[in-house]
């Protein structure tokens, strides 16, 4: 091939995969038009993306977004509505921008002012179209600032509804450092909240985790030393930042102490910790687990601790044996406690809900005659446990026999259109020790397979 056909080819590839992007949003309202994620028993159709496709959440996320933005939507009765971005869907069935360029121009409209008339909003959506068509993402959002401050020269026009659609707050996912990133916009009055409670908490002396002689709680306390405050006030060296973030921290564990929270799912709503008698034993190194799919290193587990309230620490070397048998229909909290140890989430294969989401089911369903034992339940979340009924599309569970690798975990049991064959599956995603044992075997056996040994 020639320099120029390696381009070239490069180009009209890029092309065709654009355009077959637009091809997989139709296929996506498609199926929505036609309820197959709730046939299917899927509450989105992101859930139903995850399971067909294996793709992540936040990819089937874009996929969808994608698709209301630019994909042709119909009326009861048939008729085609004009996609909501309609220039920039045009352009991307034409192969000219890519998913991108498509985002970019999404992330602009959502910006523009309620107060701004629909005419305007329409010309808005087409020169950004028209800047994807010929440059990159980048260009398409310097061209929509630019455009943003020319339909809002005063940057007021901003009302009620735009900072309402523009709130939130973000938690990112924990890092490889455990630490999570925290992102968003709060809207006048949660910051008017926010404010006096920073002030206080957040100033210099108080609440600091590096110094054990700083005052706890707040400020204006008449328990607190006034001259303590000072002193320690005069030896804190944290930034702004550090001393709001241990005001939140200190404020998350009043909180959570004083009880006003409630109760969560049976059980009084606190930060549950999973650890090992090992690991409890050792004290050191390692990474406990928490119910809501977080990791504490074992230290801070400890630590946390040690103020008894907040935290319950759990062993799960094989949790308690608790047999209740039939006397109750509702597991009791020391068996919903157990089973966070051991499963640590929802059971159903590839599902990722943390136990703080999930409920406690029977194994076999209680009016089948199942028991309310430990080794009876399961935890499952609500949309995963809704997939188990007795229609064409519902799945089963059971309990892995004994002698199976896993034996007394719970096996779910797909419907014939996601198995023809049926075969029981079990949730390795809240055990990553045995996620990475499994996918060893299977490299190892397509290793052996390629030499050709049986
Ligand atoms: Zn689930």
Redesign the pocket.
């Known amino acids: 091939m020639p320099d120029t056909d390696v381009v070239l080819t490069l180009q009209q590839l890029e092309k065709s995969l654009r355009r077959a992007g637009a091809v997989s949003q139709r296929l996506i309202v498609e199926s929505v038009e036609r309820s197959l994620p709730a046939t299917l028993g899927y509450n989105s159709p992101n859930k139903l993306l995850v399971e067909v496709l294996r793709v992540s959440a936040s990819d089937a996320s874009a996929r969808v977004s994608a698709a209301r933005n630019l994909g042709t939507w119909h009326t009861l009765s048939g008729e085609s509505l004009p996609a909501t971005l309609p220039e920039t869907a045009a352009a991307q069935r034409d192969g000219a921008i890519g998913p991108e360029h498509a985002r970019a121009v999404a992330k602009i409209m959502r910006k523009i002012p309620h107060a701004v008339s629909n005419s305007d909003i329409a010309t808005a959506e087409s020169i950004l179209a028209e800047c994807a068509r010929g440059g990159t993402p980048e260009d398409v959002e310097n061209a929509g600032h630019r455009l943003l401050a020319h339909l809002d020269p005063d940057g007021n026009l901003g009302d009620d509804r735009d900072r309402s659609r523009r709130r939130g707050v973000s938690l990112g996912r924990q890092d490889s450092g455990l630490m999570s990133k925290i992102s968003g916009e709060l809207d006048p009055t949660a910051r008017a909240l926010l404010d006096p409670i920073l002030a206080k908490w957040a100033r210099p002396g108080m609440n600091n985790p590096d110094d054990p002689q700083s005052p706890r709680g707040d400020a204006e306390d008449p328990s607190i030393d006034r001259e303590a405050l000072v002193a320690a006030a005069a030896r804190d060296t944290r930034t702004a930042a550090q001393r709001n973030h241990d005001a939140l921290s200190a404020i998350f564990r009043v909180m959570l102490e004083s009880g006003i929270l409630g109760r969560h799912r049976g059980l009084p709503v606190t930060a549950i910790v999973t650890m090992t008698l090992e690991q409890l034993e050792k004290a050191a190194g390692g990474v406990a687990t928490t119910a809501t799919g977080g990791l504490l290193p074992v230290d801070d587990a400890l630590k946390l601790a040690e103020h008894a309230h907040p935290v319950l620490v759990l062993f799960d070397h094989n949790g308690r044996p608790l047999h209740l048998g039939r006397r109750r229909r509702v597991a009791s909290a020391d068996q919903r406690l157990a089973l966070i140890a051991a499963e640590g ?4 294969a590839g ?3 943390p136990a703080s ?2 409920a406690v089911h029977h194994v076999q369903e209680w009016h089948k005659g199942g028991h309310t034992d430990i080794d009876s339940l399961t935890l ?6 809704a997939q188990v009924h007795d229609g064409p599309a519902g799945w089963t569970t059971t309990s892995a026999p004994s002698g199976a690798a896993y034996a007394g975990r719970t096996e779910w049991i797909p419907p014939p259109h996601i198995d023809p064959d049926r075969k029981p599956r079990i949730n390795h995603r809240h055990h990553a020790g045995e996620m990475i044992a499994h996918a060893r075997r299977k490299a190892r056996g397509r290793a052996r397979a390629g030499d050709g040994v049986p």
Not at 380 to 385: E, N, T
């Open positions: 989430g929802c059971t159903r599902c990722a809900a989401l999930c499952a979340c609500d949309a995963c446990h």
